[in-house]
């Protein structure tokens, strides 16, 4: 998966620095294909999830040499500013989140171990899938909000019909499941 080659077509100007400056954040951020948080499935199991992140475009993390079923349902594209470790506390704070949502009938999170180690992964087992990608939105655009870039969803008449962090869904998703997905998590 990738996100498709944008072009920032407005012109920026050369007397007016402060817009200038806020004009080529925006540019950056448009036309970027780097730093995403996702949410990862899989085709066997409408069961499983993950979140991983990327400072990389997400060709890199569209697939998984150990599962050919596994593919990126959904990425969030962060502010082109924000640092590796900045992401990596994201990460860090999302999963810790969804490690206290996600837990079976003892308590315990639903987070797949590896099988060698039994160090946990970042996949979750068992859970519905709805409620963990608008969970992870959620927890992402309520507590980090400014780390990522916002999108506005614009109906059928051209009027903005809500918000939500900038998303990029799975060009190979049936029709209809984007629009589905993206309604569960619009703010408006």
């Given at each position: 998966m990738?996100?498709?080659q944008?072009s920032?077509?407005?012109e920026?100007?050369?007397?007016?620095?402060k817009?200038?400056?806020v004009?080529?954040r925006?540019k950056?951020n448009f036309?970027?294909?780097?730093?995403?948080?996702?949410?990862g499935a899989?085709?066997?199991s409408?069961?499983?999830?993950?979140i991983?992140?990327t400072?990389d475009?997400l060709?890199?993390?569209?697939y998984?040499?150990?599962?050919a079923?596994?593919y990126?349902?959904?990425a969030?594209?962060c502010?082109?500013?924000?640092t590796?470790?900045?992401l990596?506390?994201?990460?860090r704070?999302?999963?810790a989140?969804l490690?206290?949502?996600?837990v079976?009938?003892?308590?315990?999170?639903k987070r797949?171990?590896?099988w060698e180690?039994?160090?946990?992964?970042?996949?979750?087992?068992?859970?519905?899938?709805?409620e963990?990608?608008v969970?992870?939105?959620?927890?992402?655009?309520d507590n980090?909000?400014t780390?990522?870039q916002?999108?506005?969803?614009?109906?059928e008449?051209g009027?903005?019909?809500?918000?939500?962090l900038a998303w990029?869904f799975?060009?190979?998703?049936?029709?209809?499941?984007?629009e589905r997905?993206?309604r569960?998590?619009?703010r408006?």
């Amino acid at each position: 998966m990738r996100k498709p080659q944008q072009s920032y077509d407005l012109e920026i100007p050369d007397d007016d620095y402060k817009t200038a400056a806020v004009m080529m954040r925006d540019k950056a951020n448009f036309e970027s294909p780097y730093k995403w948080v996702y949410v990862g499935a899989d085709a066997r199991s409408p069961w499983d999830a993950k979140i991983g992140i990327t400072m990389d475009d997400l060709r890199s993390r569209s697939y998984s040499t150990g599962n050919a079923e596994y593919y990126l349902f959904c990425a969030f594209q962060c502010d082109q500013r924000i640092t590796k470790q900045q992401l990596e506390d994201i990460e860090r704070s999302a999963i810790a989140y969804l490690d206290r949502v996600f837990v079976d009938d003892n308590g315990i999170t639903k987070r797949k171990p590896h099988w060698e180690s039994q160090r946990l992964s970042e996949w979750y087992y068992g859970i519905n899938f709805e409620e963990f990608f608008v969970h992870v939105h959620n927890f992402l655009y309520d507590n980090y909000g400014t780390s990522f870039q916002i999108g506005a969803y614009l109906n059928e008449v051209g009027e903005m019909d809500g918000q939500a962090l900038a998303w990029l869904f799975n060009p190979q998703l049936e029709p209809g499941v984007s629009e589905r997905y993206l309604r569960m998590i619009l703010r408006y």
